[in-house]
């Protein structure tokens, strides 16, 4: 199993552009998160999905939009890039939570390292 | 504001001593975890200990947990290089309705020395 993965590892952009960051998994997890992680900030959710077609804002959404067509997909769109968005992004997904009688644990995928011009 | 926070924040160890590292939450919770991330990578899990549970053992890592304190420790035992990584704790409010969102700290950054 690959786990998570995340396309692409880096990209640069300038102001204005818009792109989109794919996360799959291969663990048949209902739930998939993404966060964005800054220095000394520790890693803040963005945006977060508890199945297929559904999604919901976190803590930080502004500027970002989300798509969980596909059970394991999760796709995380920038629609007009600002320096403010550079960051590093990491997808993560778990099977369950801790309210629905499971173990919460998330998986991470290897980050995408973005930077904003 | 984050639920969790870690102290201290950077931690400097020779090879072979324990490394002690906490976590403050401020509301009740389910369970707390604790994850590792070398850099340059993703975050990994490494255990999870839930609210009715005062210490958890997994391999070299000890975790303790005291709700009354709203404080959970982990410590790491005869450290070694490889253990050198940011280490986050992540809490699982205890909240109702609807899904609770897993909230990480800012982590602490340990070195351990060869």
């Known amino acids: 199993n690959a786990g998570v993965t995340q396309t692409p590892k880096f990209r640069v952009l300038k102001t204005g552009q818009s792109m989109t960051l794919l996360c799959a998994q291969d663990?048949?997890?209902?739930?998939m998160y993404w966060y964005r992680q800054d220095p000394g900030m520790g890693l803040r959710l963005i945006h977060y999905?508890?199945?297929?077609?559904?999604?919901a804002k976190g803590e930080v959404p502004d500027g970002y939009n989300v798509s969980r067509l596909k059970k394991q997909n999760f796709l995380l769109g920038l629609e007009s890039a600002a320096p403010s968005q550079t960051s590093v992004y990491f997808c993560a997904s778990s099977y369950s939570t801790f309210s629905s009688g499971g173990n919460n644990e998330q998986f991470f995928g290897p980050g995408t390292r973005l930077t904003v011009l | 504001s984050q639920q969790g926070e870690e102290d201290p924040q950077a931690l400097s160890i020779q090879e072979g001593e324990n490394a002690t590292m906490n976590c403050s939450y401020k509301t009740s919770i389910n369970n707390l975890q604790w994850y590792r991330q070398n850099s340059g990578r993703g975050l990994v899990h490494l255990i999870l200990i839930r609210s009715n549970e005062r210490e958890k053992h997994s391999g070299r890592l000890r975790v303790t947990l005291d709700t009354s304190k709203k404080s959970s420790s982990l410590l790491i035992t005869a450290s070694r290089a490889a253990d050198t990584a940011s280490y986050f704790c992540a809490t699982d409010p205890q909240l109702s309705g609807g899904y609770q969102k897993v909230t990480f700290g800012t982590g602490t950054k340990l070195q351990v020395i060869p």
């Open positions: 663990m048949n997890h209902e739930y």
């Open positions: 999905s508890v199945g297929e077609g559904t999604t």
